[in-house]
């Protein structure tokens, strides 16, 4: 593979901002569909159209995240190569920004952490309430944010190598620290059937220090980023096999691992990273110089990012209230229907943009970092 000169010159990618919305989208509904349906084992036949469909499924909706890491990465160590001068103000500031988005959705999640405390206190489990609070602070309340300090903290320590060497190494390490994150989540059923004190070691250090996903995750994906920046995209041709040949690769992997036993979580597999390099590699040459498009693009970047934040939390509060209304069958059906998913992105469109529209006052100026 040859890479292309690098290029002067400031340059919007506009395939990137509306990949990052329908990166959302799959984002929400890894988390609105029927329990079970990116885990293995609860309430699901085993048949092998299903475990098919649901690999498929998976292969499609897994790829959001490391998408977010990656343009995340890419767009910042951009602006460092055309302002190497500006280097660590520019890292600063996208980390200050991350800090104030989580700042933003902790506060307003607290009500969901009082909540489990609460619970955990009423059960005099002082132990699950430190646990809690120790996790909440991680990941955030209710949990869902974990992808920002991850973010943030894989950015410094990709800024920090500044040679080639120095990028080839972090690279290495982030792919071992993925492949560890890989055995608990697709290979995690390696563990269960394992009783030797190594595995279980290992098990419980993903468990308690949550390393298996939150934390390692972000690092591979953050290099990537910035050795595109650096590099630029490279010449590959035949994208009209290698996609598909990289998709299948995925729903394969994903279709084994269910299929022996192995398959817990979807989170992390090894051939994910394959196809996103080279989806992320079609993107950046894809070149759009239609007005219109780039404003769609632009608005859809934020309603994707507030969205990306905040359907969290409105899963959360939605199943708090419908668990106030107890089991009856209009829970089960709206839960089990896509009701949930369109009015949350719905919602999510008409509240970001009545935050972008007050923005304009300044005592309200906070609601920027909602998105």
Known sequence: MQTEPKKTGKKYYPALDLTRFVAALFVIGLHIFPEGSTSAGIGLDESI??????????????????????ISSFLLFKKVEEEPECKWNHIGRFCLRLLFLYLFYYVTGLPLAIKDIVGFASQGDAGGILRYVVITLWKGAPRGFWFLVSLALSLVIASACNTKKAMVALTAVAGVLYAYGCLNCAYFGIFKTRSDPFSQALYQAGEYLELSFSSLQALLFVAMGKIFATCGTFKIKGYAFILPIAFALMVGELFLTMQTGLFVYSDAFFTLPLFVFFLMNLLLGIEV???????????????????????????CYMHWILDAMGNNVFREQFLYLAFPYFICVGLCFLLQSLFEYLCRYKALHFLRYSY
């Open 49 to 70: 159209p299903t475990l098919l469909g649901l690999s498929f499924m998976n292969a499609v909706l897994r790829v959001a995240v490391p998408v977010f890491f990656l």
């Open 289 to 315: 110089q239609n007005e219109r498009f780039t404003h769609v693009a632009k608005k859809l970047k934020k309603v994707g990012s507030f969205s990306y934040l905040f359907h969290i939390q409105f899963f």
